[in-house]
């Protein structure tokens, strides 16, 4: 597609529920980053996918978040028994390559809302 | 260690007037990038500029301009004469050799462009 595109747009779930965001990235990029950012705050990293290689997990907050990309294209980005603090937009971001200088470009992000 | 820092929380101006939002960084890195990003309240990360460390001319494109200045670690963007269409956050990020995977975002700046 011409841009990320990721869904769902809005997602409001009960806590301790499980929820599936998904994220496309731009067609031939072959970075895809995870990032949350939480009302009024800036942006955290979470999880970085590069082609084949192992991902960078080194921004998922607990053993509760957890990423996978299938065919080096679209990603999942899963959270498990989900709490109030999970609330927040997660945003995707791809690249044309990975490392250093590459533009990452956003999706629109996917906003959770946990009750 | 690598950080952005973007002192300006929030900044209001006239419609018309020119507003300079503020890009303070540090990093060990010799070779690295800087990035503005513009969020509307769409919510999606617009990306502006990319700009490397070894090129220190300044940018202009339209309204938007950006000084960089490797003496003063800063990175700074000035809009001119402003329009309500201009109200956004704006982050300011860096990416290079010691920051891993990950882009590192300031906390941003919100301008708000009163008509």
């Known amino acids: 597609g011409a841009g990320v595109s990721q869904s769902p747009s809005n997602k409001v779930t009960e806590k301790g529920k499980d929820v599936e965001l998904r994220c496309d990235p731009i067609?031939?990029?072959?970075?895809l980053y995870w990032y949350r950012q939480s009302l009024g705050q800036g942006l955290e990293f979470l999880i970085y996918?590069?082609?084949?290689?192992?991902?960078?997990k080194s921004g998922l907050p607990s053993d509760r978040f957890s990423a996978e990309r299938t065919g080096g294209s679209v990603s999942t980005l899963t959270i498990q028994r989900t709490q109030q603090e999970d609330s927040a937009v997660y945003l995707c971001?791809?690249?044309?390559?990975?490392?250093?200088?590459?533009?990452?470009?956003f999706g629109e992000g996917s906003w959770l809302t946990v009750v | 260690a690598q950080k952005v820092t973007q002192a300006q929380t929030e900044i209001s101006v006239v419609e018309k007037e020119d507003v300079t939002l503020d890009c303070v960084y540090e990093?060990?890195?010799?070779?690295?990038?800087l990035f503005w990003y513009k969020q509307p309240p769409s919510g999606e990360l617009v990306f502006l500029i990319r700009?490397?460390?070894?090129?220190?001319q300044n940018e202009i494109s339209g309204r938007y301009s950006w000084n960089f200045q490797k003496s003063t670690s800063s990175f700074n963007f000035t809009i001119t004469a402003s329009q309500v269409v201009d109200s956004a956050v704006y982050f300011c990020?860096?990416?290079?050799?010691?920051?891993?995977?990950?882009?590192?975002f300031g906390t941003g700046t919100s301008l708000t462009v009163i008509p």
């Open positions: 067609s031939g990029h072959t970075a």
């Open positions: 700009r490397n460390s070894f090129d220190e």
């Open positions: 990093t060990r890195d010799t070779t690295y990038y």
């Open positions: 971001a791809s690249s044309q390559g990975g490392g250093t200088g590459n533009t990452i470009y």
């Open positions: 990020a860096l990416s290079g050799p010691n920051t891993g995977n990950q882009f590192y």
């Open positions: 996918f590069q082609g084949n290689s192992a991902p960078d």
